[in-house]
């Protein structure tokens, strides 16, 4: 996980600096463990990892919305390495699929800076869509400037 959250060019689309040290990720780690999928206004992060050696090669991270309501913000970092293998696709796609399934959630958003155009793609391949109304609140805060909203669902942000 410090491996490719220290990447710069991962890290420059996200939420956090570099460097990013083993030390901060096993702290981000150990945060995590009294959590559970599905608790509102929680981001519940999900470990990816290659089924034949067990590498973790990204992350994906679930937030429904604090209301109760049916709406989650979805999140993934993945290492660069793996980038257009299908990896995040997948990934994403089977969390969609648990959150549909086992959480009960309808509607999604997620957030990108517009820069990040391998995000944009798996988005719209998801079937997100892209949202100029920046007046939706996503459950993790307010949009920044330089970032744009999809969404998924026929509720998203109601």
Not at 88 to 110: K, M, P
Not at 115 to 144: C, H, M, Q, V
């Amino acid at each position: 996980m410090a491996g490719y959250r220290n990447d710069p060019e991962i890290a420059r689309y996200q939420g956090w600096d570099t460097p990013y040290s083993t030390a901060d990720a096993n702290a981000f780690i150990d945060s995590l463990f009294d959590r559970h999928p599905g608790e509102p206004g929680c981001w519940y992060q999900f470990a990816v990892t290659l089924a034949q050696s067990g590498r973790l090669i990204g992350d994906c991270a679930l937030c429904p919305a604090a209301d109760g309501s049916s709406l989650a913000e979805l999140g993934f970092t993945f290492a660069r390495v793996f980038h257009g293998s299908g990896y995040a696709r997948e990934a994403v796609g089977t969390i969609l699929h648990y959150a549909r399934q086992q959480l009960r959630l309808r509607s999604f958003l997620a957030i990108t800076d517009r820069r990040n155009e391998a995000a944009r793609r798996l988005l719209e391949t998801l079937e997100f869509e892209e949202s100029a109304d920046r007046d939706i609140i996503p459950p993790s805060g307010k949009l920044r400037e330089q970032e744009v909203l999809f969404v998924l669902g026929k509720n998203a942000g109601s």
